[in-house]
């Protein structure tokens, strides 16, 4: 995520602020322009631009505390383009869920930045039904005894359990599945993934590179699902997959890589915002921990600038999770293998976004 500013006064900004505490502004975040808006309220009640004089208005859902982005008011939309993907929200008459689902739309508005930063297509299943994107937001109230909403992706419909958002219960998931990383962000990386398989690479010109890197998604999912939680994944996983769910399926080994390339190249900006230079004391003996920050990653045509700049970011973040007696941040080894397979991710995004 890049670092914003107000554009009144210039005062630095957090991606979900909705108040400058410089000048007062109210603040809003613009999906178009990918930026953030200081607006000054008028007395017939207009939101009025104070850079530019452009009138705005809230997302509905900013009501609820979970939305600060703002639409044009020559765009008669009362959701923002985030927003406007929902088809299933909690029940918000449930403090708790609504406490949820603040949670989860935080993650999902950090989502759709980053695939509006790559120009992919973002497209709601209300405009186009058969390639749009939508979201179920669902609590096990109600399901059958014995039973709970899955967390998953089924032909553009993105559904998360909103248990998901609890701390205590995504940990307890994270360690009856043997996981060494689950957030929600993650969630919403790796689902993605599986919608944009559907809109990048089936029937696609990529698919025979995909097979070639990844496997034939042909074989049997239900096949694989069973045989992967009945056996585990393989013991010699570590040497193609960047996890031990990637090994289940063509399919999964994908959603799992793209997510990784997202983490990657989201962190990358956000160090190349800050400044970022590395150069450990003793890099005589340890040159590949050495980098500088040059290039925004998104904007990064080149795959090995980008992996140059991981490896020494990674090791650094954690051994600073390290001294504060934390776990690694990003606990993942990236081998040839899978590094061939970020690459082909990175390769397909660029050339989706010259589209």
């Given amino acids: 995520m890049q670092l914003f500013t107000c554009d009144h006064c210039s005062q630095p900004v957090y991606f979900d602020n ?108 209300v405009t186009d039904p058969e390639i749009g994107l939508a979201f179920n937001f669902k609590s096990d109230s109600g399901m059958p005894p014995g039973q709970r909403v899955l967390t998953g992706h089924a032909d553009g419909l993105i559904t998360m359990n909103i ?10 998931a994270r360690n009856s599945m043997d996981e060494v990383y689950r957030t929600v962000l993650g969630h919403f990386r790796h689902e993605i993934g599986h919608y944009y398989w559907d809109r990048l690479i089936a029937d ?7 097979r070639e890197l990844y496997g034939d998604e042909s074989t049997s999912y ?13 013991e010699n ?26 983490h990657i190249v989201d962190t990358l900006e956000t160090a190349y915002a800050f400044g970022i230079t590395i150069q450990p004391k003793n890099d ?24 140059e700049e991981w490896l020494p970011l990674s090791i650094m973040m954690n051994s600073l999770n390290r001294s504060m007696g934390a776990k690694d941040l990003y606990p993942f ?8 397979k970020l690459k082909f991710i990175h390769e397909v995004i660029h050339q989706a976004a010259l589209k």
């Avoid at 696609?204 to 995909?210: C, D, G, K, R, Y």
């Avoid at 239900?222 to 393989?234: E, F, I, S, T, V």
């Avoid at 063509?250 to 997510?259: F, V, Y």
């Fill in 18 to 125: 909705t108040l400058c505490l410089n000048c007062q502004n109210q603040l809003g975040f613009d999906g178009l322009k990918l930026k953030m808006v200081s607006l000054q309220p008028q007395p017939d009640g207009r939101l009025i631009s104070a850079a530019d004089g452009k009138a705005y208005h809230f997302c509905s859902n900013s009501q609820y505390h979970v939305c600060n982005w703002v639409i044009p008011d020559d765009d008669p939309a009362i959701f923002c383009m985030a927003c406007s993907l929902n088809r299933t929200i909690p029940d918000l008459s449930q403090p708790e869920y609504l406490e949820r689902w603040r949670v989860i739309e935080t993650a999902k508005h950090w989502l759709i930045y980053a695939l509006l930063r790559w120009k992919l297509p973002v497209i709601s299943k």
């Fill in 163 to 172: 248990a998901e958002a609890d701390d205590v219960e995504r940990e307890m």
């Fill in 204 to 210: 696609s010109a990529h698919l025979e590179t995909f």
């Fill in 222 to 234: 239900q096949d694989a699902l069973q045989k992967h939680y009945q056996n585990g994944a393989p």
């Fill in 237 to 262: 996983w570590q040497e193609n997959y960047i996890s031990a769910y990637a090994t289940m399926h063509p399919w999964e080994s994908w959603a799992e890589t793209w997510a990784h390339y997202l």
């Fill in 284 to 307: 005589n003996h340890y040159q590949v921990l050495s980098t500088k920050m040059e290039d925004n990653a998104y904007d990064c045509a080149d795959f090995e600038k980008i992996f």
């Fill in 333 to 340: 080894v990236i081998n040839a293998t899978v590094k061939g």
